[in-house]
C-alpha cells in the first residue's frame, strides 16, 4: 500500500527511533507531525524534512502524559492535514533500576510515559480514525515486553502490557473499522534511552553486557516501523520482534 500524501503523528520525535522514522516517512512521501516536549529539537527537525526530503512536517510541542496536550496534536494534525492516518506512540522512558533501590519517582514516571502515553495517544486520534475506518497505530514495546531481567521489573511490565493493550485493540479495531494495530518489539537499540538510568548498580551490572554488542540502530527500527505501515489492508503486521544479531537473549 502506497503510504505517499498519509499524515502520520509521531510522539517522541525530537531523537532517536521518533527522529529516524519521521525522517523515513517523510522521504517516502508521508506528511509527519512532530510532538516531543523538546520544541527546538523539532523544529530542526522539520528544517531538515523540508529540505532534504522537500516532506511536509508540522511540529506540535505535548507531553504525552497530558490528555489536553494530546487533543492539541490532533486538533492543528487535522486543521493542517485533514486527516489522520496514523500514529506512532514512540515516546518513552528507560530508567531500569533494582526494585530494592526503591526509585519509585522513575516508576511512577515509567508508567505515565511508556503506558498512559500509548493509551493517551489511542484515545485522541480513535474518533477520527472510527469515524473514517482506516487507520495504522503502532506501539513501539520492547523485547522487555516478553521477556524478563534483573532491574526491569517495572521497565519490562510496562512494555509487556504495551503488547499486550495493542494485541487487544488489534481485537476490537481492525475487524470492524479497517484500523490495522502492531506491536514493534526491538532489542537494545542504540538511543538515549539509557541516559536516564540514575541506577549505578544496574549501570555497573546491565549495561556492562552491552559493551561489546553491536547495537540496532534507530534506522532499522524506522524500517520494521515503514514495513508495517506499507503492507496492503488485509494484512495486519501483528508484531515486528528485531534483536541485534549479537544479542542473545
Not at 532534504?52 to 492543528?76: P, S, Y
Not at 532491574?151 to 479497517?178: D, H, I
Amino acid at each position: 500500500m502506497s503510504i505517499k500524501g498519509k499524515t502520520v503523528i509521531i510522539t517522541g520525535a525530537s531523537s532517536g527511533i521518533g527522529e529516524a522514522t519521521a525522517l523515513k516517512l517523510a522521504g517516502e512521501g508521508m506528511n509527519v507531525v512532530l510532538t516531543a516536549r523538546r520544541k527546538d529539537r523539532l523544529e530542526e527537525l522539520k528544517s531538515k524534512i523540508e529540505s532534504e526530503n522537500a516532506g511536509k512536517a508540522l511540529v506540535v510541542e505535548g507531553d504525552v502524559t497530558k490528555k489536553a496536550d494530546f487533543e492539541k496534536v490532533v486538533k492543528k494534525t487535522k486543521e493542517e492535514f485533514k486527516t489522520i492516518d496514523a500514529l506512532i506512540n514512540n515516546a518513552g522512558l528507560m530508567p531500569l533500576s533494582y526494585v530494592k533501590n526503591l526509585h519509585t519517582d522513575e516508576w511512577d514516571q515509567m508508567v505515565d510515559v511508556n503506558l498512559k502515553g500509548v493509551l493517551n495517544g489511542v484515545a485522541a486520534v480513535l474518533p477520527s480514525m472510527m469515524e473514517q475506518k482506516s487507520g495504522n497505530i503502532i506501539n513501539i514495546s520492547s523485547s522487555a515486553g516478553r521477556k524478563i531481567y534483573p532491574g526491569g521489573a517495572v521497565y519490562c511490565a510496562t512494555k509487556a502490557a504495551v503488547k499486550m493493550f495493542s494485541e487487544g485493540l488489534r481485537q476490537e479495531l481492525a475487524p470492524k473499522f479497517n484500523i490495522n494495530v502492531t506491536s514493534i518489539e526491538p532489542g537494545f537499540v542504540e538511543t538515549e534511552l539509557t541516559s536516564t538510568i540514575t541506577d549505578d548498580e544496574i549501570k555497573e551490572d546491565l549495561l556492562s553486557n552491552f559493551e561489546e554488542m553491536t547495537p540496532l540502530q534507530a534506522e532499522d527500527i524506522a524500517e520494521s516501523i515503514f514495513y508495517a505501515l506499507s503492507q496492503p489492508k488485509r494484512a495486519n503486521i501483528n508484531d515486528v520482534y528485531i534483536m541485534p544479531t549479537e544479542q542473545a537473549q
